[in-house]
């Protein structure tokens, strides 16, 4: 008997109440109101169309990335895999194929934010080798205050 294995693939608008749901279900996950919207997702799809990524498991949706770039630096954004499929190496393989996607596009760094209360995301970050950053601070500019992050319980 063969044994099941994810399949890797570009994330597109049709895919968007899946991963929207999958956001929904992770426990601590911050969700914005107008950036994670339908319209939100499918304005940062449109402006990168081959970079954002999931992993699906007997036609399940299993795990996401948002990833993008400005035309020098990409980023990482909703990195997430579902709770039961964890531990399995697909965060890993979706990260790599997003990394490919934008070495394609001659992007040649990448950022991500972390929140420092995400013990989970923390661990997946350095066990991966990415560089934990000490000598920046992190600014934000708040332009729509409708724009608001709530958080899964």
């Given at each position: 008997?063969?044994?099941?294995?994810?399949?890797?693939?570009?994330?597109?608008?049709?895919?968007?109440?899946?991963?929207?749901?999958?956001?929904?279900?992770?426990?601590?996950?911050?969700?914005?109101?107008?950036?994670?919207s339908r319209e939100g997702v499918e304005?940062?799809?449109?402006?990168?169309?081959?970079?954002?990524?999931?992993?699906?498991?007997?036609?399940?949706?299993?795990?996401?990335?948002?990833?993008?770039?400005?035309?020098?630096?990409?980023?990482?954004?909703?990195?997430?895999?579902?709770?039961?499929?964890?531990?399995?190496?697909?965060?890993?393989?979706?990260?790599?194929?997003?990394?490919?996607?934008?070495?394609?596009?001659?992007?040649?760094?990448?950022?991500?934010?972390?929140?420092?209360?995400?013990?989970?995301?923390?661990?997946?970050?350095?066990g991966l080798g990415w560089s934990f950053?000490?000598?920046?601070?992190?600014?934000e500019c708040v332009l729509n205050e409708?724009?608001?992050?709530?958080?899964?319980?």
């Open positions: 008997m063969e044994e099941k294995k994810p399949v890797f693939r570009v994330m597109t608008m049709e895919d968007f109440e899946e991963v929207h749901g999958l956001w929904m279900g992770i426990h601590g996950f911050g969700i914005r109101s107008m950036d994670d304005r940062f799809i449109r402006r990168n169309p081959d970079t954002s990524m999931v992993a699906v498991w007997d036609g399940e949706i299993v795990g996401a990335i948002l990833c993008g770039h400005d035309g020098r630096r990409g980023c990482l954004y909703h990195v997430c895999v579902k709770e039961e499929f964890r531990k399995q190496g697909i965060g890993q393989r979706l990260v790599r194929e997003c990394l490919d996607a934008l070495k394609r596009e001659h992007i040649n760094k990448v950022n991500l934010v972390a929140f420092r209360t995400n013990e989970v995301g923390n661990r997946f970050w350095q950053r000490e000598d920046l601070n992190y600014y409708e724009n608001v992050t709530r958080y899964n319980p």
